[in-house]
């Protein structure tokens, strides 16, 4: 079974600070993808960044960056000089690839990060 | 444009009155979920699809139906819907080709629906 952990139900930073959102998670699926996701208030849910469970080097998009550490199983995402418009809710998410569970998703509870002026 | 189209986006029924969600995509994706967002529960699985006439249990399945006859199309069926069904739904695909990881979803607009 999949599990995603988000520790944080709401994270506040100041404009141009970097802020760092939790996610850690369990599987037996020996291969895997881990994901952020965006969701402003209007509510559609925005792409970030992925990771793969293989992948030897940490993902970045932009300002954002995915601080992977596969023997803690934490995948915590840095956004680097907040925005105003990065106020939203954030999933992190995983998904199996390659055995009898690719195709089941789970994600986080979700943190709600307020960035303030 | 590449997008995920779900209908209605606003529904509000009366509990057992049966009611369809569709879900339609245009970017001939094998694969396609549904998701359910409650308040604090973040998006729970409810029914995904590898492909046509393949569909399989996520970890919120009671009270739903799926079908995927058409490989663009992925209707999520409430039979007989009750008031812990309402919730925000969001439909989702990906390509499958060669199904890694990387391989993003695509999400709908979603669709708020309220039972009475």
């Known amino acids: 079974a999949q599990k995603i952990t988000q520790t944080q139900p709401g994270m506040f930073v100041q404009e141009k600070e970097a802020v760092t959102l939790d996610c850690t998670y369990d599987?037996?699926?020996?291969?895997?993808?881990l994901f952020w996701y965006k969701q402003p208030s209007s509510g559609e849910m925005i792409f970030l960044i992925y990771?793969?469970?293989?992948?030897?080097q940490n993902a970045t998009e932009g300002r954002y960056s995915l601080n992977f550490q596969k023997a803690r199983k934490s995948a915590n995402l840095v956004i680097s000089a907040s925005q105003l418009g990065d106020s939203a809710m954030y999933f992190c998410?995983?998904?199996?690839?390659?055995?009898?569970?690719?195709?089941?998703?789970?994600f986080g509870d979700g943190t709600t990060l307020t960035v303030k002026p | 444009e590449a997008q995920v189209t779900q209908n209605p986006r606003y529904l509000i029924t009366v509990t057992g009155k049966k009611l369809t969600v569709t879900c339609s995509q245009n970017?001939?994706?094998?694969?396609m979920s549904w998701y359910r967002q409650d308040p604090g529960l973040g998006l729970r699985q409810i029914y995904y699809?590898?492909?046509?006439?393949?569909?399989d249990k996520g970890d919120v399945p009671e009270g739903y139906k799926v079908s995927r006859k058409e490989k663009r199309n992925f209707p999520l069926i409430l039979e007989s819907p009750s008031p812990n069904q309402t919730s925000l739904y969001f439909c989702?695909?990906?390509?499958?080709?060669?199904?890694?990881?990387?391989?993003?979803?695509?999400f709908g607009a979603g669709s708020r629906l309220t039972v009475l």
């Open positions: 970017m001939n994706h094998e694969y």
């Open positions: 990771q793969g469970s293989y992948d030897q």
């Open positions: 989702a695909s990906t390509p499958i080709r060669s199904f890694s990881g990387a391989n993003v979803l695509t």
């Open positions: 599987t037996s699926d020996p291969s895997y993808g």
């Open positions: 699809s590898m492909n046509v006439e393949v569909t």
């Open positions: 998410a995983m998904r199996a690839t390659y055995n009898t569970n690719a195709g089941k998703s789970t």
